[in-house]
């Protein structure tokens, strides 16, 4: 998606706002359904989550083979929302304290930038604009629909932990987009180690490399900092 496209979104308030509003809307209201159900059917709610996530996942791989923009280059889940979409399925299925740890740490401020300044990697024509706030408000819901209804915790050193974990990604990530440029010949720009984002992001100062980078990692950890102490404050982090 260029730039021009993305203005001509970010000028449409209205739009912008009653996206994000439905949003928050249907995270609402799965956390509610999930929290005035029984023990059983919440497991079984759970895991109707589960599926529609997948299928979301399954669904937009074919859509974008179907329409020929499936791309090696771009179409991989390897930004930071797609491998938080991925743990999103997996958690809903079999529970693991390191992924919730991550999905919250990592996952919930991620999902908040990119509702607030969506970047529309594919464009924002057909089936691709309801399916970014789709995906996007999972991530969101469910490290919510974990904390409120099933009263997990972060552990102690949670925080550490996250941040090691990203750092890790990045590398793994960075190096996968070394090794396409090499096999196909063209750089991908994978969780944005190449090239900055286009999204009007107040937090980044420059889109100069590798300056930007250094300000995304920094901004990685006053986030997780951040919500790691929110969790803290409401009883949400084991003593």
């Not at 390897?78 to 299925?93: A, D, P, T």
């Amino acid at each position: 998606m260029g730039r021009d496209e993305f203005l001509s979104y970010s000028k449409d308030p209205e739009l912008w706002l009653n996206s994000i509003g439905i949003t928050l809307f249907c995270i609402a209201l799965l956390v509610l359904i999930g929290y005035y159900l029984s023990d059983r059917n919440r497991a079984i709610f759970t895991k109707f989550l589960g599926v529609m996530f997948f299928v979301r996942f399954i669904f937009l791989h074919g859509y974008q083979v179907g329409i020929g923009h499936w791309d090696i280059t771009n179409s991989l889940p390897l930004h930071l929302c797609g491998i938080s979409s991925i743990v999103c399925i997996v958690i809903m299925f079999y529970y693991n304290q390191s992924l919730f740890e991550y999905i919250v740490l990592l996952g919930i401020p991620s999902a908040i930038h990119s509702i607030l300044t969506p970047q529309f990697i594919n464009g924002w024509d057909g089936y691709y604009f309801p399916e970014f706030y789709f995906s996007h408000g999972a991530i969101l819901l469910v490290p919510l629909y974990l904390t409120i209804n099933y009263n997990y915790k972060l552990r102690k050193n949670a925080w550490k932990t996250a941040f090691f974990n990203g750092l890790v990604a990045a590398f793994v990530v960075g190096t996968i987009n070394v090794i396409i440029s090499f096999l196909y010949g063209e750089l991908p720009n994978y969780m944005y180690i190449c090239e900055a984002p286009i999204a009007d992001n107040p937090l980044l100062l420059t889109s100069q490399w590798p300056y930007y980078f250094l300000m995304l990692i920094f901004f990685m950890f006053i986030h997780i900092l951040a919500v790691f102490y929110i969790y803290k404050l409401i009883g949400r982090v084991e003593q």
